[in-house]
Nanobody, 128 residues
């Protein structure tokens, strides 16, 4: 049973930074074979993919809305993926979800919800 647990969300002023993380409860080897993504959903809007990272971190992809502000990274020894968010804007306010799957893609298709079979419960980020 794969469980993803996000943490680190909170409230921050516009222009500030926040680092959220997601720990995956699965054997470390299994974790290292999964590609990971971060998604977000604002009230009244559809969930959108914002960042993606390959198994060893060599390939990363960002949505245009967060490119150059957000950085995704992973620590395969800790089964954890991170999203460092800088220069936050009020429009970044949303519930942020991490997702995992052992199918990996190397194009903008990677940020589709259908690419991921495992999801966390989310962590709220509020920017005012």
């Amino acid at each position: 049973h794969v469980q993803l647990v996000e943490s680190g969300g909170g409230s921050v002023q516009a222009g500030g930074s926040l680092n959220i993380s997601c720990t995956v409860s699965v054997h470390t080897y299994i974790y290292s074979t999964n590609c990971l993504g971060w998604f977000r959903q604002a009230p009244g809007k559809e969930r959108e993919g914002v960042a993606y990272i390959s198994t060893q971190g060599g390939y990363k992809y960002y949505s245009d809305s967060v490119k150059d502000r957000f950085t995704i990274s992973r620590d395969n020894d800790k089964n954890t993926v991170y999203l460092q968010m800088n220069s936050l804007k009020p429009e970044d306010t949303a519930m942020y979800y991490c997702a995992a799957d052992n199918r990996c893609y190397y194009s903008n298709f990677a940020l589709q919800e259908s690419c991921f079979g495992y999801w966390g419960q989310g962590t709220q980020v509020t920017v005012s």
